[in-house]
Structures are given as C-alpha cells and as structure tokens.
C-alpha cells in the first residue's frame, strides 16, 4: 500500500495513548474572557451561544480523531442548560506538575491550557486556540464536569469560571469518558450582568445540522442530539460509515446525478490526512465546501487550491488523450470543471493556519501540494477505469465551456450598450443622486404600477427604482448564457454594476441595500424566491455581506374613525382588532399589491427606514441554504411536493 492510500486511522497510531497532567501545557489566566467574550466565541448573540456548544463537542471530536471516542451526545434541557457527553479516556484528573491542581481543573480555569499546546495528547485538533472549555466554563454562570477514568467517577463544579468544590470522587464505573453540563450566563432582570443577550435561546435545527457535519466528517462516529425542552422530545442520531462520501450525496439528494456513487479519494502524507469526495448533478451551480480539521473554511484556502488544480488539470489530459478535445481547442478552464459539481474537501493536519480570526481559509502552504498530488494520481486512475463516467464528465465539462463563451458574448454585448440605450430597457432604473454604495440602496419592484407608486415615493437623494416585469427566468434549472439573455436579469447586472459569476466584483457595487419589494401575496413570494435564487447562485457575496434585504409590506389597512394602523398578515390583524375593539366595525383594506398603495402609503409603510420593517437575507448554513434551493427551485417534484405537505404554513415566508 502506497503512503498515499493509507487510511486516515493510520493518524492515531502516532498518538500518544498515555494522556495524562504531563501534557498539558499553562500559558495564561482566564480574566479577559468575561470582560470581552466576542474575542473568545465571535459574538454574544445566538451565535456566540451556539459557538459555545461546539466548542464543549470539538474536544469529544478530538478525542475521537485520536481514536478513543465513539460516541457523542448531546441534550438540550427545559433550564437552559446543555449536556455534552462522550466515552473518551476522559479529562486527566491527576496534579498538574507546576500548578499542583487536578489537570482537568486547570484545562478548565487557565486559558491556553490543554493537550493542544505543545504535549503528545493530540497530533490533530480543531480547536486550533485551545480556549474551548475554559472560555464556555469563564461564560457559564453555572459549570460541571464529571470524568469517568480508572474506575472512579470524579466531579468538579464551577460558578462563573470559579471553582465551587475541589475536584471529588463520586462513585464507582467501568467506563472511560467525561460529561460536560453548562448553562450559559444570559441577561435578565434578574441577572443584569449576564454576558449573552437576552433573547438568544439555542436552536435545535442549527445544532442538529452542525452535529450531522461532524457525523459526515469523522466517518463512524455517532453523535446524538437529543432536545428536552418541548412537551415531546426530539431526538437525532448520526452515524455515516461513509463519510464525506455520503454527505455528497447528502447535497445530491434533490438531484439527478451523472453517475451513482461519488468519487472518493482519501491519503496520508506528511502526517496530513486528506478526504475527497466528489459527484456531478444536473444543475449548473458548483456546490464544493472545504474543511480543515474539521472547521469550515467557506473561503477556502491551500487545500481548495490543490484540489481545483488537480481537477482542472486531470480533466484536461484526458480529454487530449482522447480526443475529447482537438488540437486546435482551448483548455477547460477551472470554472468549467466545477460547474455542476458537489464536492468536500476534508483535511486533519497537526498545525492548521487560518488566515483571519473566523478561521474561514487554509493558509498552510503545504497541503496545496499535498493535495494536489493525491488528487491527480488517484482521479487519473478513476477516469481510466471507469470511462463511461469519465466521457460523462468531460460532456458535462465542455457544455460548460461552451455556455461560458455564450455568457462571455452577452457579458459583452450588455457592457457595450450605452447609459442611454440602457435606460431604455423595459423596467428602467430611477437612480438616485447619491455616489457612495455605503448610503444607497435600491429597491427591486414587482410591476410598473407599483414601480411608479415608488418612484413618486422615495428619497432620491439615495433610494433608486428597479421594476421589473412579471417573473424573472428561473436560474436553478438553467446556465449563465441563457440567464444574461433574460431582459430583467440583465437589468439588475446592470444597475447593480459588480458583474456576475466568475466575474463578480463586489468593490463595484452602486448599493449596499438591495431590497426585493414584492406584493404580499404568494406570487409575490415566488418572485422574491426566483430573485433570491439568482443572487444565490450567480452574486453570492451580495447574501454572505449582509446586502440583500426583503420589504416587509403590509397585507391590511385596518381605518377606525381618524386612525390608522397597518398590520402585515393575518394573526396581527386578529390581534390589532381585539385591542381596538371590533364595535363600531372598523374598516378593513385588504392591499393585492403594492399597486395599490399610494406614493405616500408606500413609504411610510415599507420605504421610510424610520417607520418600515426589512429582513436581511442570510445563509448561515451553506448546505441547508443550497439544499433549500434546490428543494423549491429545481426539477425534483416529489421531494418539493413532500416538504409543501409538511411545511405549508411555513412556504410562504421561508428565510433562506
């Protein structure tokens, strides 16, 4: 066997298996983590909170990365609190040799302290920081932990970072693992001086979807997570043998593939473990997601780089060595190679460097080699051994570089058309005075009638007017060329002024407010979806920025004697009729759209940032977004037609 097909698990045999107070390593106290937490977890939103969570499970994920974890749950209970239990060797419990305290009292009250720093306990770890547990212990108004080791059961609790007890033996056992119980310090009137904000309240659905990763990235594991707070709970569980190969398929799972089972290609080498998987569908987006030990790197990085290059390189030979191309044809280029793919890209090295604080791109120069080496030797062979797949690829590859110069020739034709000849276009733009992106923003009209109301409406010191014309074309089940042809969707390439595609660029941006205005009704929603479906795919920084925003327009005007109240759906109005009073009856003015509102209506309602209600469009879950995408935009009816039965009520105001 080759170093390069030798399996991932080879990782652990370099593991010291004797963990224990000799390899953890001080480095500094835990002061500054109350007073500034966003350093520490990002922010003390929902997502800080959240942040906490993963941090308690990266610790039971590296103790399965070193081959002694099998199993993780999770639980989510009515007080507050969360559970995070694994069946690791369990945090050394003996004294630290400088501190003269338990190991796992220190790991758990000393910043920068753990196995991570310096010591044997692991060769590869996601906690890049080593903060993970004291950070969430420092944040916890309330902490403890329970180590199973060597037959005895020892316990440890924590108010606030500070230590309640000395560590005690509580019992006997004959398993091996540690327990981590917290509930987070939340402000309220009762305790003003909690850290994270008062409405931030964990997410089942957000926790369960990060649980699921980690269950395709560590093949085998199995990690529960079990919620406690409903009159029922709600339990999951994960365990995919296959690994990042099903959670292709997983991204697959609405589509049609070009062939049934990924590619799969995993390696060792220079102690960095490498994991592809890979399968074409019959969209034309490019769905590839990159991790490094297991942390998301939605910007990519060295790993990224090698795998593209392998790709694009690979593809290439072999279609020169069989004619797939002629002499006189131009490369495939990157982007024609990955239209149409679902891919993961995993690595697991000893010293991950991550550019930036969010540790969002891979900047070790290394692993681009690496990479790319294991990619082009083991796909090169795949395609020989396997050519119908291969002819199916190279297919799909060279439609795409045909669609490409399609798109190029109406990328130019749109660039070589006058101010004047644009503003001729059907759904003209009403620009506004206003120069810097910063202040301007730009509202995306459904109708001429409506597009008029807001016209007469706005502030054109730095609100512009897009109207478009009935239903843009549906980006989901179509490429590019075809999209840069519909007349609507040329209209906002052309007034937004960054691109599109492979040529976005998000510095020539005219508005940093993009806001789809549509009617409030199920049309309406169904072209805001189509708007959002080509943002998604073809301007994706506008979403991931925070550019792209929905109007919220009102559905009644309720008018009693000489006031009026405006109420945006059905529950509002019943509970705006039970205030006022329904005797004498009020009047009540259903809108169809925003045609009917007048210029005035209009802007006080959805317009005016002093009085109007917006929704900023977000994708915090990338797979979850594009699985939605392809859920209610693409060709698949029976699995749309399955979520409409069980989401009904939910449809028409889906958040992507």
Known sequence: MSENRQSMSAMATHVDAHYDENQIQVLEGLEAVRKRPGMYIGSTDVNGLHHCVYEIVDNSIDEALAGYCTRIDVRLFKDGSVEVQDDGRGFPVGLHPKLQRPAVEVCLTVLHAGGKFGGEGYKVSGGLHGVGASVVNALSRHFMVTVYQDGRIYRQEYNRGKIEYDLRVIGETDRTGTVIRFWPDIK????????????????????????????????GIRITIRDERGDTPDEREYHFEGGIAEFVKHINKNKEVLFPEPIYIEGLKNEVAVEVAMQYNDTYAENIFSFANNIHTPEGGTHLQGFSAALTRCINDYGRRYKFLKDSDANLKSEDVRESLAAV????????????????????????????????EELSAYMEENP???????????????????????????????????????????????TDPAKCEIFIVEGDS????????????????????????NVEKTRIDKALINAEIKNMITAFGCGVGSEFDLSRLRYH????????????????????????????PLIDNGYVYIAMPPLYKVTRGKQEYYVYDDKELQTLLDSIGRDPKP????????????????????????????????ARDAVAADEAMSLLMGDQVEPRREFIEQNYDLVTDLDV
């Open 587 to 618: 009047e009540i003015q259903r809108y169809k759209g925003l045609g009917e509102m007048s210029a005035e209506q209009l802007w006080t309602t959805t317009m005016n940032p002093e009085t109007r209600t917006m929704k900023q469009v977000t």
């Open 188 to 219: 309220s009137p009762e305790n003003p001086d909690g850290v994270f904000e008062e409405e931030a309240e964990f997410r089942f659905d957000t926790l369960r979807a990060r649980m699921r990763e980690m269950a395709f990235l560590n093949k």
């Open 513 to 540: 407010r993009i806001v789809c205005m549509t009617d409030a009704d199920v049309d309406g929603a169904h072209i805001r979806t189509l708007m959002l479906t080509f943002f998604y795919r073809y301007m994706r």
């Open 345 to 376: 890209i995993s690595v697991k090295l000893k010293e991950p460097q991550f550019e930036g604080q969010t540790k969002s791109k891979l900047g070790n120069s290394a692993v681009r080699g690496i990479v790319d080496g294991l990619v082009s």
């Open 388 to 434: 119908a797949v291969a002819r199916a690829i190279l297919d799909r590859c060279l439609g795409a570089a045909r669609a490409r110069e399609a798109a190029r020739k109406a990328r130019d034709l749109t660039r070589r058309k006058t101010v004047l000849e644009s503003a001729s276009l059907p759904g003209k733009l009403a620009d506004c005075s206003e």
């Open 450 to 473: 409506a597009g008029g109301s807001a016209k007469t409406g706005r502030d054109r010191h730095y609100q512009a007017i897009l109207p478009l014309r009935g239903k843009i074309l």
